[in-house]
């Protein structure tokens, strides 16, 4: 079934690092220390995969928060979210600023040519294209790491995982990549759900957002109301 608990944790980042390497020299996670209401998180974003079969996928959008579905950053802390559009959650697949084929409104500027009359408006909309890039642990990485800015605020999509046997209190956020699309038989096909997606945003300089999503190569493109893979 889909995760019982999905939301996002808002926050400062205050470090980050990779894995120790294995004897093959490969890691299979950037983790994340955020800071929030005192306390910092943990959070774990796979570069890799267990299978050294299966790789990682992943793309770096920038967007406003409007675009993304929030104008402002969520609250301090973690805040669960429903997972169904318009809430704040995210889905690679579906999400308007995030998919792989989308539209962007430009804004149109004709000016008259005797300068006399102001410029007249008019937006236009055309693809925008957001495919998926492909590479090693190491490329994987470093496209994340581009995107962090210790000090920045940090926005991290997932599943919380508890401190301890306290059911209301969260340690930090994983599956922090798309949580759809696993096809039948392997053992995430029961995960499978919409609107259920992991993402890292980090706010830059200039206000707006870098937002890094990841996929599995297994995981596909296309899915149902369940989030299985057509």
Do not use: C
Not at 165 to 194: K, L, R
């Amino acid at each position: 079934m889909p995760f019982t608990q999905y939301g996002v944790l808002s926050g400062t980042l205050v470090a980050h690092h990779r894995d120790d390497p294995d004897d093959f020299g490969r890691w299979r996670h950037v983790n994340l220390r955020v800071r929030s209401g005192g306390r910092d998180f943990r959070v774990a974003v796979d570069v890799d995969s267990k299978d050294s079969a299966v790789g990682v996928q992943w793309k770096v959008v920038r967007a406003g928060g409007a675009a993304l579905g929030w104008p402002a950053a969520p609250a301090s802390g973690f805040t669960a979210l429903a997972s169904a559009p318009g809430t704040g959650a995210i889905d690679v697949i579906r999400h308007p600023a995030l998919r792989v084929v989308g539209m962007r409104r430009f804004l149109l500027r004709l000016l008259r040519v005797s300068g006399a009359v102001p410029a007249a408006r008019s937006w236009f909309w055309i693809p925008a294209l957001r495919p998926w890039r492909s590479g090693d642990h190491l490329e994987a990485s470093e496209a994340l790491e581009t995107t962090l800015r210790p000090g920045a605020v940090t926005l991290v999509w997932g599943e919380p995982f508890p401190e301890g046997a306290a059911p209301t209190s969260i340690q930090g956020m994983h599956n922090v990549h798309q949580n759809q699309g696993d096809p039948a038989g392997s053992p995430w096909w029961a995960e499978n759900g919409i609107w259920q997606d992991g993402a890292v945003a980090t706010q830059q300089s200039d206000g707006s957002w870098l937002v890094f999503v990841s996929k599995f190569s297994t995981q596909r493109d296309h899915t149902d109301a369940q989030g299985h893979p057509l």
